[in-house]
């Protein structure tokens, strides 16, 4: 497969047992990001696209179906495996940041390297950088609850970033912060994939949607369209 | 993740609860508290009795009338069976036991002392041949100790024991002085130094006297006790069957019949006595390893709340990289720490405890040693077995569904 597909899925399909019942998230979804794309997925609320974000993210196995991250096969891994790719592949932004609430912001962010067995000097370096690419250098010892919405996402974006990973996955990542807090974080988010980071924002919201260059949407757990978008201007 | 930051994270939590974590730990802290405590007041006990014991001597050994008794039946069948040991029986084995280097008998008697305003209770006056010092010697404080010439002619002399002095004699020196024993005149010619005394009672209430006077003042119906001492301190036991010989024949004990005396060794003592406090130590496990137990089901429970409770924060680690191990590790570092957190607040109260013992009571608490290293394996053991369930529950969980948590 080509180098620069930082996500390849064929065939993507998962399904639970609700009961007696089955229902079916994805029916087979055949996706490919590539390096450096901007990707928005939307989609009502029961369409698939958690179950989509989910698989893509490494939270989740798919039933059946392929799955390439970075160009490694990952459908099919151990639970170990699969938090060694959560760990190095993918930043994940939440909608409700998911911060630990008694650890500084710095230390939050330290998170994802203790787990990469980073070692400490390095991992406050970069750390720090990751806090200052989000332009929060000066309240690095604040713990969550002594931060506004914003600065918990910034937060939070920082930690996806720390380890430099192949995907920024954001799901909602407005979704909690107000209209003008949400157009900052949307700036910075414009920001980092200018400076070149992939990023797929999961959203239900058009505006939010339409910072990204493409956009594809679920419906019924399949692709209902994909299509790209001209650069959207920078509000 | 390495230990040193699941131990971080595992303190920082711990702290974060700390009343709550402090309550989980009583069982833990009252378990060890207690069994380190009672090691201590054992461990004392032990060595102060294998001290005594050992200021016997090597190859010493005592017949007495009794034998070291344990239950009531055998007490009943010894004083209907047991005649009283007399100094012809000592003189028996002095003559017809070649091994037995000396031989040398004491025998007793209760008095209440008076000297001027001065009084003392209770005193235990011992008629000993003089021979007694070369096999049991006396530390002497002041003056001497008896005279064989003394028991040849049964001379009203007298050795005191440190309290004696202390009480009747006080800031005065006591050697010339008179002491009046049922009506006799005898004179002080010694004094022994101090040996304190032992749950409470004082081992230096005593007064030495020839026992050719003690027979004089108390009679010749006492039972004595005869100390033999070894030629050989290493072929004691050759020494011990020579003597059971002469006393069975002496007592016409037939081949199967029991002996009608008792033969006691310093060793013997000892093992009677570490038996006895050994299985005050086996009860006192028991009862204290049922509050570990508990201390550890507790210990279980509160780690079983905290996953519950962090239920969303071990869904943020799942999602940025921790393997199931890596949750496994820090819930189980966290159970092992607070037990020997637990454990290590034991001991300190243990230590202290037993200070206060020692200070305050006649118990002689002596801390073990090998009492911290050991509460440690224990509570580590604690942590480890009621830590793993809590552990393998949090580390299970689905990433997804703790994300999606309150």
Not at chain 2, 46 to 61: A, D, I, P, R
Request: include cysteine.
């Amino acid at each position: 497969m080509p180098p620069d597909e930082v996500i390849r899925t064929e065939g993507l399909t998962k399904s639970f047992a609700m009961g007696t019942t089955v229902v079916h998230a994805l029916r087979g979804v055949d996706l490919v990001i590539r390096r450096g794309e901007y990707v928005a997925i939307m989609g009502p609320s029961g369409s698939g696209k958690s179950t989509l974000m989910n698989l893509i993210g490494c939270l989740d196995t798919p039933t059946s179906g392929q799955y390439w991250l970075n160009g490694h096969p990952v459908a099919a891994l151990p639970e170990h495996e699969l938090a060694r790719i959560r760990n190095r592949e993918i930043g994940f932004v939440f909608q409700t940041f998911n911060l630990l609430p008694r650890a500084s912001a710095l230390r939050n962010v330290e998170l994802p390297l203790i787990y990469g067995s980073v070692p400490p000097a390095e991992r406050r370096h970069r750390a720090k950088e990751a806090m200052h690419q989000v332009d929060l250098g000066d309240r690095m010892d604040h713990r969550p609850n002594q931060l506004s919405g914003g600065q918990r996402q910034r937060v939070s974006i920082a930690r996806a970033l720390v380890t430099n990973p192949a995907l920024l996955l954001a799901d909602e990542p407005t979704g909690n912060l107000d209209t003008a807090t949400s157009n900052e974080i949307m700036v910075l988010i414009d920001r980092l994939h200018s400076q070149g980071h992939t990023i797929v924002v999961v959203t239900h919201e058009r505006d939010i949607a339409e910072h990204a260059h493409r956009v594809v949407t679920i419906r019924d757990g399949r692709i209902a369209s994909d299509e790209a978008r001209r650069k959207a201007a920078v509000s | 993740m390495n230990l040193g930051e699941s131990t971080r994270l595992a303190l920082e939590s711990i702290w974060a609860n700390r009343l709550r974590s402090f309550l989980t730990l009583l069982g833990v802290i009252i378990g060890i508290a207690s069994i380190i405590a009672t090691a201590a007041v054992i461990n004392g006990l032990n060595l102060y009795v294998s001290e005594k014991l050992s200021n016997l001597g090597k190859g010493v050994f005592t017949v007495q009338r009794f034998a070291l008794i344990t239950n009531r039946q055998d007490f009943l069948d010894a004083v209907r069976r047991n005649k009283k040991l007399l100094p012809a029986d000592a003189r028996a084995i002095a003559e017809r036991c070649p091994t037995a280097e000396a031989v040398a008998w004491e025998t007793h008697a209760q008095v209440d002392l008076k000297v001027g305003v001065h009084e003392i209770r209770d005193t235990d006056i011992g008629g000993i041949t003089p021979g007694i010092l070369e096999i049991e010697p006396y530390d002497v404080e002041q003056g001497r100790v008896l005279m064989q010439h003394e028991e040849d002619r049964a001379a009203p002399v007298a050795f005191l024991g440190y309290d004696v002095k202390d009480r009747l004699f006080p800031n005065v020196d006591p050697i010339g002085k008179e002491l009046r024993v049922r009506g006799h005149a005898l004179q002080v010619v010694g004094v022994a130094q101090k040996k304190g005394s032992f749950l409470g009672f004082s081992q230096d209430n005593y007064v030495k006297i020839p026992f050719s006077l003690h027979r004089k003042l108390f009679g010749t119906r006492r039972s004595i006790n005869i100390s033999v001492k070894a030629a050989d301190p290493a072929r004691m036991s050759d020494t011990m069957d020579e003597v059971r010989a002469v006393m069975r024949a002496r007592h016409h004990r037939r081949p199967a019949e029991p002996d009608s005396f008792g033969i006691l060794t310093a060793e013997g003592i000892n093992n009677l006595w570490r038996n006895l406090t050994q299985t005050i130590f086996s009860v006192a496990l028991f009862v204290v390893g049922i509050s570990l137990v508990v201390g550890g089901i507790v210990i279980m429970n509160i780690m079983l709340v905290s996953v519950v409770e962090r239920t969303r924060e071990i869904g943020v680690r799942k999602a940025v990289g921790a393997r199931q191990a890596d949750i496994t590790q820090q819930f189980l570092i966290e159970a092992v720490l607070l037990s020997c957190l637990g454990g290590a607040i034991g001991i300190a109260i243990a230590f202290v405890a037993s200070a206060l013992l020692n200070a305050y009571t006649p118990l002689p608490a002596a801390f073990p040693a090998w009492a911290p290293a050991t509460a440690f394996v224990i509570c580590t053991l604690i942590g480890v077995f009621f830590g793993i369930h809590p552990a393998r529950r949090a580390a299970r969980l689905d990433p997804i569904e703790a994300l999606r948590s309150e």
